[in-house]
């Protein structure tokens, strides 16, 4: 599509724009866009650098809803209309596609311009983007032509003309048409006004020759009076000659629409009057002097009077016609009413159309939601069903290993011999038939009777009467005892099945919890026994928590279940209530289970009452607290939070009991730090048994171990003290035939092994008789009572 509007070679661009127009799905694009970028590609581009496609694309003032309403975008957030706009954007980038085709293997850039009058918004992007050269298509052939005539009004200029009208003297505007190109250079143009013989001339047409006149034609067909002006009588042909109609009556023959109907009728009455105004007059100016009219021939007055009656007729015509225009005015008004009210009933039909289709759309999404969530359901049921049966194939499997287990059990608990089985009468024969004066305490379990069974001073653990019929309790509690075995837990000796007996060893020493409140005359501890104690009770712990296949949980752990021997060494008793753990619950889950609550309030897991879940981390919390007990001698109610508010101020040494003497207030401190840690609230918070506490503990020990010999060393006893076996302070001293004083089981071993022999003077003994020496006895045990020392030979034993 070459052009002739340059004279030359086209000018060098460094670029240039074509605005185009389409719509979203449009694949071929408007025919005047084409056009445009044809002319474009043909005339301007091997000549320039870069080509530029631009659409103006509407404001976006509302987003439609789901339900079909459109939403102003003030009443939405301002990411839901971002991400509006950038779709919208997206399908309004596929109206450059066949633009794009046009331009072959040349790579055309592409602008969106988002305006509601595109005249505007391409007059700011020439301005914005000093754009050298822009390209409009036309909207018809005509265009220019109606445009050319109308160019000076501003009220009605189409976009074309008013870009090319308004744009910058930088930027050179090519308006594209079917048969011409219109540049700013051939657009100095002035309105035209053609003379009024060529709107408005009158000729009779020849026969057979079509009237061209448009009002001809109109009035031809609605009146017949282009009949009447054809007739052959001699005044209807003066009557046809041609008028010139005065300049106040000449019009253009551009108007609009609505007022096509109005120009056309002023138009016909205007030539009428002036065809018939000369005749007319003389006719009234005849009637109007009738002595002259006795002087007019007769021919004339036939001529007048065929004059007056096609006067007549030409009134009754014009009235005719003026109601033909009418009716036309008329029936036009209501072409239009009836075109707009089309045009609304074909908006709200599309739009109907759209909604209908949007919900269609919807109702699909949400069948297809709606199928995949039923397919979802059915899978789960699916699922559930099976995890179901698996759940009870697994608890019919478990039923059947428990029972399995519990007949093994009970055959191994009724044929065990690891420990001694006594019958009813044993029993009610040591305890003088269960005697009052027996009952050295009382439990949970029931009650317990100091007695000797075999020779040996026992503890008897009697049974409550209430829970006799618990005999898988009572078989499960022998079973965990049987196989206990460690220096710091209570031995079980013996059962009596028949009446739900245990048989303990004896412990002299009674509970700790006598000694912390000097109960029945106790005396206080020292702080290295306590120490010891302390240590003891968590190696104990550390075992039971370790034992094998399944560990065990005391869950009732407390001074009162801490016993002492005779030699103060501490052994954890009441392991009655114990409960073996199948599956250890993690420390970071928080399980829930149906266990009934036992133990004693204050020594109680927080996580254990709150849950029901028992962890070995559970013993470690009552550890806790029998460790600052023992420190402080106080009533374990509030006990944990004190000393936590002491040891953050820096006084725990203020709540240290108070009657024992020179305590290691940094051993102290730290013992009260580990006892603290063992005592959060939260299993998963609370240190490691074997990893962290037992292995502090050791070592605070054997710090308390170096200061008790140097306070022995500051206070050491006469050399007649020591045994010369030994060469340990003695005890049992024993008086042999050779006169020295020794310790009873070391110089009883010695003369069993050495024949008799002195071990001081290394001769014969003349016999092997010893004398207790009473006096020396007396003496050590006054000196031990003066050091304050007593209790020291209790620590070699850990």
Known sequence: MKSNVFDGAPPDYSSISVAVKGSIGDTVGGAASRRAVRWAVDNLLPHIDRLVLVHVMPTVTTIP??????????????????????????????????????????????????????AKA?????????????????????FLTRQERRFGKKKGQEMPLMVLGEAPETCEVYVIAKDRVLTKSTNQLSPV????????????????????????????????????????????????????????????????????????????DERVRSI??????????????????????????NVMYEVEQLRKQVQTTLCMYKQACEELVHKQTQVQSLSYECIKDTKRVISALEKEEMLRKEAEEEKQKHLKAVKEIEEAKTVLAKEFCDRKLAELNALQQALKKQQVM??????????RKYTKEEIVAATDNFS????????????????????????????????????????????????LRHPHVVLLLGACPDNGCLVYEYMDNGSLDAHISRK??????????????????????????????????????????????????????????????????PESVTVYRNSTIAGTLYYLDPEYQRTGTFRPKSDLYAFGIIVLQLLTARHPNGLLFC???????????DMLDGSVREWPLAEAEELARIAIQCSQLKCRDRPDLDTQVLPALKRILESAKSKLKTEQAKARPPSHYYCPILKEIMEDPQIAADGFTYEGKAIKAWIQNNQNVSPVTKNRLRHCDLAPNHTLKSAIQEWRSRSGLDLSTTLGSS
């Not at 000393?643 to 040494?653: I, L, M, N, P, S």
Request: hydrophobic fraction near 35%.
């Open 410 to 419: 009970d055959q191994l608990l009724l044929s065990d011999s690891r420990y």
């Open 65 to 118: 809803s789901p339900s079909g309403s459109k939403i102003p975008v003030e009443d939405l957030e301002e990411s839901v209309v971002s991400m509006y706009k950038q779709d919208l954007r997206k399908e309004f980038e596929e109206v450059f596609v066949p633009f794009n085709k046009i331009c072959g293997s040349i790579k055309a850039e592409t602008l969106l311009l988002e305006n509601d009058d595109p």
């Open 520 to 585: 029945k005359g106790k005396p206080s501890l020292p702080w290295f026994i306590r120490f010891k104690i302390i240590y003891e009770t968590a190696c104990g712990l550390a075992f039971l928590h370790n034992s094998k296949p399944e560990p065990i949980v005391h869950r009732d752990l407390k001074p009162g279940n801490i016993l002492l021997d005779k030699n103060f060494v501490s052994k954890i008793g009441d392991v009655g209530l114990a409960k073996l753990i199948s599956e250890e619950a």
């Open 643 to 653: 000393a936590e508010d002491a040891v953050k101020r820096g006084c725990f040494g």
């Open 436 to 483: 009052l004066s027996k009952i050295i305490g009382e439990g949970g379990y029931g009650k317990v009777y100091k007695c000797s069974l075999d020779h040996t001073p026992v503890a008897l653990k009697v049974r409550r009467p209430d829970t006799i019929e618990k005999k898988q309790e009572f078989l499960r509690e022998i079973s965990v005892l049987s196989q």
């Open 276 to 301: 018939l105004g000369h005749n007319i007059v003389s006719s009234s100016n005849m009637q109007l002097n009738p002595g002259a009219n006795m002087n007019i021939p007769k021919w004339q007055s």
């Open 193 to 268: 006004k053609l003379s009024s013989e060529s709107l408005y001339s009158f000729r009779t047409p020849k026969r057979g020759e079509a009237h061209t006149d448009p009002f001809n034609r109109t009035c031809s067909d609605k009146t017949g009076l282009a009949a009447s002006y054809m007739s052959p009588s001699p005044a209807r042909n003066q009557i046809r000659r041609p008028v010139s109609l005065p300049p106040s009556h000449q019009a253009s023959r551009v108007f609009s629409p609505a007022q096509a109907s109005t120009g056309i009728r002023l138009g016909h």
């Open 122 to 142: 391409l007059l700011k992007y020439v301005s914005d983007s000093e754009v050298e050269c822009l390209v409009i298509g036309s909207c018809s052939p005509s």
